[in-house]
């Protein structure tokens, strides 16, 4: 069943230009000029409930825009987004029960008070019973291991135990899907990896469906198998991470560090040179002859160490956007 449904979706910004200096200040009382900003363009997709979708695009892609509008706080421009049914847009109450938008970036706790009063405050508004609030709280705060912390000041908390309160704020009434923009946004690797094993468990046990966006591609990795790619407002992939990157990669990269000096000469049969010193190389080598050319350097060369490392997802991404640019 598709809990999500996206047909054309489109969002254009208008704006005025802001001019610099009291003279452009107050030229622009009179004429202000109108700009406008196509963030995101003609996006269709479907997504089916409890998928853990990973929004994958550089800065200014449109993701966040995509989300806005998938949780109502945005009204399209053009085309439609369904959500459970719903329109977003129109913000109706049982739609607001349904979905939660949590955002790296901003705070939605009350910074001055412990986050179990943002938590009561949510039990209130989205009328949680007693019974069940308490069930999920203990739930949650077990999962992300918060629970000698909901009484301290959420400005007093470190980003990664305020992340995990945010979750927990986000979560408590139970929502059927979890929009998350950058969760893990400036975390430690240790707080980024918690935050991961949490939702890759939470999407497991609840079936919520989750959209996901991050610069880091770990997180993709780690959670979603199906990736959709925008890049200046379009979608240009929508499909299996797997499958992208089999698309893309045709090398993998074979390191090699010498006992001996060697001479660059003798490793442009093999692929292309990425990296030179006189006892080190790397190169980019055809992904069926990785093997046989690691071979052969171990056997003809006086060989230290050798690796065979797989592409980096992010120069593949990255090569995705520029290849996009370039159209
Ligand atoms: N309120 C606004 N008014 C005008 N333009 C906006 C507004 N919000 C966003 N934009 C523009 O719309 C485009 C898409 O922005 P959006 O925030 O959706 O990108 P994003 O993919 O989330 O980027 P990031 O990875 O940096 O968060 C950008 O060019 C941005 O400058
Ligand atoms: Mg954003």
Redesign the pocket.
Known sequence: MNVISVKNLSKT?E?YKKQSGLWNSVKSLFHREKLF?E??KNISLEIAEGELVGFL??????????L?MLSGILYPTSGEATVLGYIPAKRQSAFQKQFALVMGQKNQLWWDLPAMESFLLNKAIYEIPDEQFKNTLAELTELLDIKDILDIQVRKLSLGQRMKCELTAALLHSPKILFL??PTIGLDVVSQNNIREFLKRYNREKKITIIL?S?YMDDVAALCERVVI?NF?ELIYDGGLRALLDEHVDHKILEVTFTEDQDQNGFAKYGSIKEFTARHVVLAVKKDEAKKVAAEILTTMPVDDILINEVNIDDVIRHIFSAHRKK
């Open positions: 910004y704006y900003t963030a995101v695009g550089p800065n200014g892609a449109g993701k966040t825009t995509t806005k923009d950058e966006t610069h925008i407002g």
